[in-house]
């Protein structure tokens, strides 16, 4: 976490800071260390997203700005039962709390944020651009007729030098505002950007909001890296280019203005056989879950040993018979006990099959 979201703050100056979402306080997770903004209707309940710790009031500045866009939540309850559906069931001897119906029940919307910057850049650039042509070739071959030629096309990369000035305003460049940024994409799946709207009082209900750790002060050369690109791009279109070797910008990068952007994930959790909380999260506009999907073992112990009867069975009736007839032991003894070890080791693979799927799951990470 930065300094700037957990310095402290005098109550006066914090309920100013709170101006954009009416009746919030500040809480953070003892565990996991992230910094929500809560409803008032929601304060001191378990972190929503890692759900180990009961929130606990932490007197931090909340940015002045309040966000500038929202992406709504875009699942319908259908949608989000047949996501959920879909995600549970290859899951073998499920637990009896992990069902359908209690993570949609248990779900809550949570909000995560996103930087968005907007800058001027004026200067100038140095660059060694590559332009495709087509060279032609002709290759001679002797046949039954005689030689022939067959011309051939290929491409071939030519490198120039150029230099010019630029003079551009760029907006809505997208900045994270997490560390784990990149890791939560790769967990739950982008966002397509093209359904925000822009944000105003009340539009997120009682819902939590997630705060940034990573605050802009601490991201302006990132920023600036994220503007050359951009401008590396509209450089290339306007010169026609097809490769770039370099593309140096000599220059200013002028009124830096940023605001919040904020994305929706649903919330939700189980409580596994060892009675701890696991955290289910789905993203609010595909519907794409994550999670761990634990099996019962319990469950799977109970099959075995119904499973397990069979073979003792077996094992009994092979013994009653070489008593009955002694003349058959030699045959039927020895048959009778090697079909109830193998059916010993059938009767074990439901048990194997829930622990071997524990492990693969545990090897999973965290939600980021």
């Given at each position: 976490m930065t300094e700037s979201v957990l310095s402290a703050a005098p109550a006066a100056e914090l309920q100013e800071e709170l101006g954009w979402m009416p009746g919030a306080c500040v809480?953070?997770?003892?565990?996991?260390?992230?910094?929500?903004?809560?409803?008032?209707?929601?304060?001191?309940?378990?972190?929503?997203?890692?759900?180990?710790?009961?929130?606990?009031?932490?007197?931090?500045?909340?940015?002045?700005?309040?966000?500038?866009?929202?992406?709504?939540?875009?699942?319908?309850?259908?949608?989000?039962?047949?996501?959920?559906?879909?995600?549970?069931?290859?899951?073998?001897?499920?637990?009896?709390?992990?069902?359908v119906e209690n993570l949609v029940n248990r779900s809550q919307v949570v909000w995560w944020p996103l930087w968005l910057v907007d800058a001027d850049l004026q200067g100038e650039w140095t660059g060694t651009l590559g332009f495709d042509y087509q060279v032609k070739t002709a290759k001679e071959s002797y046949g039954s007729d005689g030689w022939s030629t067959r011309s051939t096309l290929?491409?071939?990369?030519?490198?120039?030098?150029?230099?010019?000035?630029?003079?551009?305003?760029?907006?809505?460049?997208?900045?994270?505002?997490?560390?784990?940024?990149?890791?939560?994409?790769?967990?739950?799946?982008?966002?397509?950007?093209?359904?925000?709207?822009?944000?105003?009082?009340?539009?997120?209900?009682?819902?939590?909001?997630?705060?940034?750790?990573?605050?802009?002060?601490?991201?302006?050369?990132?920023?600036?890296?994220?503007?050359?690109?951009?401008?590396?791009?509209?450089?290339?279109?306007?010169?026609?280019?097809?490769?770039?070797?370099?593309?140096?910008?000599t220059g200013q990068y002028l009124n830096l203005n940023w605001t919040k952007y904020l994305l929706p994930l649903i919330s939700t959790w189980y409580r596994d056989e060892e009675g701890n909380v696991q955290p289910v999260v789905i993203n609010g506009q595909s519907g794409r879950v994550y999670g761990k999907r634990l099996a019962s073992v319990s469950r799977a112990s109970r099959l075995t040993f119904g499973l397990i009867s069979i073979p003792v069975v077996v094992l009994l009736i092979a013994i009653i018979l070489s008593l009955l007839a002694p003349a058959a032991l030699p045959i039927s003894l020895p048959f009778g006990v090697g079909i109830a070890f193998f059916l010993a080791i059938l009767a074990l693979l439901p048990l194997i099959r829930a622990h071997h799927w524990n492990n693969q799951q545990q090897k999973a990470d965290e939600f980021k």
């Open positions: 809480e953070a997770c003892p565990t996991c260390k992230r910094v929500f903004l809560v409803p008032a209707a929601k304060s001191k309940q378990p972190c929503p997203l890692c759900y180990r710790s009961l929130l606990a009031p932490q007197p931090a500045i909340v940015p002045r700005m309040s966000p500038e866009i929202v992406l709504p939540v875009q699942l319908k309850n259908e949608d989000l039962n047949l996501g959920l559906t879909s995600f549970l069931d290859k899951t073998p001897f499920r637990q009896e709390d992990l069902s290929r491409t071939q990369t030519r490198y120039e030098s150029r230099k010019g000035t630029l003079e551009r305003h760029y907006d809505d460049i997208q900045i994270p505002a997490l560390e784990a940024h990149e890791k939560r994409l790769h967990q739950i799946g982008a966002y397509q950007p093209s359904s925000a709207v822009p944000y105003r009082v009340g539009l997120l209900g009682q819902t939590i909001v997630q705060l940034p750790e990573i605050e802009p002060q601490a991201l302006v050369e990132v920023a600036q890296t994220r503007f050359h690109a951009a401008a590396e791009e509209e450089i290339m279109q306007a010169n026609a280019a097809q490769h770039r070797q370099q593309i140096l910008f």
